[in-house]
C-alpha cells in the first residue's frame, strides 16, 4: 500500500516539475538571448527595449503561442520592476552632478507634464475622435518619459553635465506626477481640479520627505552595521529602497518618487562596498528591464497593432513635435537654457515602458476605449524609440552639445575592518585627477591612514613616501575608523585642487564642478 501511494505521488509531482523545468529553461533562454542582444543592439544602434519587446511578440500567441492575457498582473509586476529600476537610477546620480538642474528638473517634471497632458491630449481627441477624458488620458500615459531608456542611452552620448543631469532627473520624477494623473483619470471617482492639485502636492511632498528620511536611515544603518557576509550590503542597501516605495504608498504618497530620492541619498552616501551595491543594483535593474519588456511584448495581440498604426503616429508626431518641445520651453524659458540644448531636451524625451505600463492601468479598471489607449502606446513607444533612440547621437553633434568635461571626482571604495577598528579604502584615480604627480607625502592624509599599496597597470607594490601617483592608479588606504571620513575628505580635496588643495580653499566636501555651459 505504501508503494502505491508514492507511486501515485511521483505521478501528481511528476508534470508540476515538467512544468517548472519547462518555465526555467524558456525563462534562461530569455534572459541569455536578451543579455546577448545588448550587445548586437549596441552595434546597430538599436535601443536594446525593442529587442525585448520582439522577444516578447515572438513567445505570444501570434507567432510561438503563448497564451498570456493577464493585465493585472502585467501591472502588479511592471511596477515591481519599475520601482528597481528607479532604485537603480537614484542609486547610480552623482548628485555633485545634478544637484544645480535640480529646480529646472521639479518645473519640467510637473509644469511641463502638465502642459504635455493638455497638448497630447487635445491631439488625441483631434485624432481618434474621442473623448477628453479618453484625449487626456492617453496624453498622460505617454507624457512620463522613461528612466531605462534615458539611464542607458545618454550615459554614454558625452553630453555635457547640464543637459544630461536634466534629463536624468526629469526621468526618475516624472513618473510620480504622471501616476496620479492617470489613476485619476481611469477612476469613477469626481475629483475637482482644486483637490486634485492638492492631492497632487501631498502625494510629491510626502513621498520626498519619505524617501529623504528612509536614505538617511538606510544609510546611518549601513555605515554601522558589521553585515557577516559582503553580500549582505548590496541586498539591504536595494531593500531599503523598496521599503521606501512601500512606506510611501502605505501613506498614499508617491511611492515613485519615494523610492527614486531614497536611492539617490543612499547612492551618494558613504556606504560600505558602494561599487558592489552598484554593480548587484544594475544587475537587478537589467533583469527588471528584460522581464518587463518581455512580458509586456507578450500582452500585446500584433494584429490588433496594424489598427492603431496612423493614429498612433499622428499622436506620437503631435508628441514629439508639438507637445514635448512646448512643454520644454514653457519649463526651461525661465532658467536661461541655450535653445540648442532645449532642442535637444525635447528630442531625448524617449518613451519606453513606463507609458505600456501605465496603460494597463485603465485596462484592470474597464475604462472604456482602454484596450485601445493600450495598443496606440505599444505602437507609439515602438516606432518613436526607434526613430529617436537611433538619432540621438547624430542629432547631439548637429546641435553641438556633445563634449562633456572630464571628472576630477576620486572614486573611493570603502570596505569596514570591524575587528581591527579601521576601514580599507579603494581608490580609483580618474583621468583628469589633479593626484596625478603628486607624491605620496604631498596627500598628508591623518596621522592614522596611510597608503599601503598601489596598483599599476596590472602589477602592484608598495609605494614610499616619494612615489609618484599616476592617472589609472588604484590605491589602498587604511584608515582607522576616527579618520576614515577625514581621509576620504583629503584625497577628494586633492584630486580636485591638486597638492595646494587647502591654499585653495578645497576641502573635499561634495559640490559641483563647473560646467563648461
Known amino acids: 500500500m505504501a508503494f502505491v501511494v508514492r507511486n501515485n505521488a511521483a505521478h501528481v509531482r511528476a508534470p508540476v516539475t515538467e512544468s517548472l523545468a ?254 558592489a551595491t552598484l554593480g548587484f543594483a544594475e544587475g537587478l535593474a537589467w533583469l527588471s528591464q528584460i522581464g518587463l519588456f518581455v512580458l509586456l511584448g507578450l500582452l500585446v495581440s500584433p494584429p490588433r497593432l496594424l489598427e492603431v498604426l496612423v493614429p498612433a503616429v499622428v499622436i506620437g508626431l503631435g508628441l514629439l513635435l508639438l507637445a514635448r518641445p512646448l512643454s520644454v520651453v514653457v519649463s526651461l524659458l525661465p532658467f536661461r537654457a541655450p535653445l540648442r540644448e532645449q532642442a535637444f531636451v525635447s528630442w531625448a524625451g524617449l518613451r519606453g515602458a513606463v507609458p505600456i505600463v501605465f496603460a494597463t492601468i485603465p485596462v484592470t479598471e474597464a475604462v472604456p476605449g482602454a484596450l485601445q489607449i493600450f495598443d496606440i502606446v505599444f505602437v507609439l513607444v515602438v516606432v518613436f524609440t526607434l526613430v529617436q533612440g537611433t538619432t540621438l547621437p547624430a542629432v547631439a553633434r548637429l546641435l553641438r552639445v556633445t563634449g562633456g568635461i572630464e571628472t576630477r571626482e576620486v572614486e573611493v571604495e570603502s570596505a569596514p575592518l570591524e575587528e581591527l577598528g579601521a576601514d580599507l579604502l579603494q581608490v580609483r584615480v580618474p583621468t583628469a585627477s589633479r593626484l596625478h604627480g603628486v607624491y605620496v607625502s604631498e596627500l598628508r592624509l591623518p596621522e592614522d591612514a596611510a597608503v599601503t599599496l598601489v596598483v599599476r597597470e596590472g602589477r602592484s607594490f608598495v609605494p614610499s613616501p616619494t612615489t609618484r601617483i599616476l592617472r589609472g592608479d588604484e590605491l589602498l588606504v587604511v584608515a582607522t575608523s576616527d579618520v576614515r571620513e577625514r581621509t576620504e575628505l583629503r584625497l577628494r580635496a586633492v584630486s580636485r585642487a591638486g597638492r595646494l588643495a587647502s591654499w585653495r580653499g578645497e576641502d573635499g566636501s561634495a559640490r559641483a564642478e563647473a560646467d563648461p555651459g
Open 22 to 275: 519547462l518555465a526555467l529553461l524558456i525563462g534562461a533562454l530569455v534572459v541569455l538571448a536578451s543579455a546577448l542582444a545588448v550587445r548586437v543592439s549596441t552595434r546597430l544602434g538599436l535601443p536594446s527595449l525593442l529587442v525585448y519587446l520582439g522577444l516578447g511578440v515572438l513567445l505570444g500567441e501570434s507567432v510561438i503561442g503563448l497564451q498570456f492575457e493577464d493585465a493585472e498582473l502585467t501591472r502588479v509586476l511592471g511596477i515591481c520592476a519599475l520601482v528597481v529600476i528607479l532604485a537603480e537610477g537614484g542609486l547610480t546620480t552623482r548628485w555633485v552632478a545634478v544637484r544645480d538642474a535640480v529646480p529646472r528638473t521639479v518645473v519640467l517634471s510637473t509644469v511641463g507634464v502638465a502642459v504635455s497632458i493638455a497638448v497630447t491630449g487635445a491631439v488625441a481627441v483631434l485624432a481618434l475622435d474621442t473623448s477628453w477624458r479618453i484625449g487626456l488620458l492617453l496624453g498622460a500615459v505617454v507624457s512620463s518619459t522613461d528612466a531605462a531608456a534615458v539611464f542607458s542611452t545618454l550615459r554614454g552620448l558625452g553630453l555635457p553635465r547640464r543637459v544630461t543631469a536634466t534629463l536624468e532627473l526629469e526621468s526618475g520624477l516624472n513618473d510620480a506626477p504622471v501616476v496620479i494623473v492617470v489613476v485619476l483619470l481611469s477612476s469613477d471617482a469626481v475629483v475637482s481640479l482644486p483637490q486634485a492639485g492638492l492631492l497632487l502636492v501631498y502625494e510629491l511632498v510626502i513621498g520626498a520627505i519619505i524617501g529623504i528620511g528612509t536614505g538617511l536611515a538606510g544609510a546611518w544603518v549601513l555605515r554601522r552595521s558589521a553585515l557577516p557576509a559582503s553580500g549582505l550590503y548590496p541586498l539591504a542597501t536595494v531593500a531599503f529602497c523598496v521599503l521606501a516605495y512601500a512606506g510611501a504608498d502605505v501613506a498614499h504618497a508617491s511611492g515613485f518618487l519615494a523610492v527614486y530620492v531614497a536611492g539617490l541619498v543612499l547612492g551618494n552616501s558613504r556606504l560600505p562596498h558602494r561599487r
